[in-house]
T-cell receptor, first 114, second 110 residues
Framework: NAGVTQTPKFQVLKTGQSMTLQCAQDMNHNSMYWYRQDPGMGLRLIYYSASEGTTDKGEVPNGYNVSRLNKREFSLRLESAAPSQTSVYFC?????????????FGDGTRLSIL | KQEVTQIPAALSVPEGENLVLNCSFTDSAIYNLQWFRQDPGKGLTSLLLIQSSQREQTSGRLNASLDKSSGRSTLYIAASQPGDSATYLCAVSDDYKLSFGAGTTVTVRA
């Protein structure tokens, strides 16, 4: 009963390096989300995908790109990592938009940028 | 822009005491409100979801109320246990976006 799976769990990068965070869900959900969580702050939405083939910016999209590879997978890419992107990144999914169903979260990717 | 505030930021209680966690939000035009639990190093687990037309939801020892007009929600946890120690997050939803509070970190002392 995997739910939402994120890889990797931990990563250390140098400033300027690039990397892709992977997310997959096995609940046949239409909507997927990427958040970041910083100390003392709530989660903030980076990008979301309401359905396969669509992506939209959230509250803090600068410095990130996303790909909705298929219905199961939604990846987040940092093209040129900056220390300000040190954070914990969470992927979430939900059955569909405009539904009173909860979002389901992965365990997060802890990313440090030196 | 929706602002969500949770007070207090941290709370320590002896085992058996009832917990009261507060959440306030600035825009009453919400779709629903959710309470989540987060354990250290883990993701978020949904506890309760209250639809905008509802006043409260209950699950076991947990009860959450919603007053949209005043922009407030309260999570009650009855007869707290050490296993309830975690961070509790409140989030409000408009059509697609969840806006989160910073959370209340609860410690239940045995």
């Amino acid at each position: 009963n995997a739910g939402v799976t994120q890889t990797p769990k931990f990563q250390v990068l140098k400033t300027g390096q690039s990397m892709t965070l992977q997310c997959a869900q096995d609940m046949n959900h239409n909507s997927m989300y990427w958040y970041r969580q910083d100390p003392g702050m709530g989660l903030r939405l980076i990008y979301y995908s309401a359905s396969e083939g669509t992506t939209d910016k959230g509250e803090v999209p600068n410095g990130y790109n996303v790909s909705r590879l298929n219905k199961r997978e939604f990846s987040l890419r940092l093209e040129s990592a900056a220390p300000s992107q040190t954070s914990v990144y969470f992927c979430a999914s939900k059955s569909r938009e405009y539904s009173n169903q909860p979002q389901h979260f992965g365990d997060g990717t802890r990313l440090s940028i030196l | 822009k929706q602002e969500v505030t949770q007070i207090p930021a941290a709370l320590s209680v002896p085992e058996g005491e009832n917990l009261v966690l507060n959440c306030s939000f600035t825009d009453s035009a919400i779709y629903n409100l959710q309470w989540f639990r987060q354990d250290p190093g883990k993701g978020l687990t949904s506890l309760l979801l209250i639809q905008s037309s509802q006043r409260e939801q209950t699950s076991g020892r947990l009860n959450a109320s919603l007053d949209k007009s005043s922009g407030r929600s309260t999570l009650y946890i009855a007869a707290s246990q050490p296993g309830d120690s975690a961070t509790y997050l409140c989030a409000v939803s408009d059509d697609y976006k969840l806006s989160f509070g910073a959370g209340t970190t609860v410690t239940v002392r045995a």
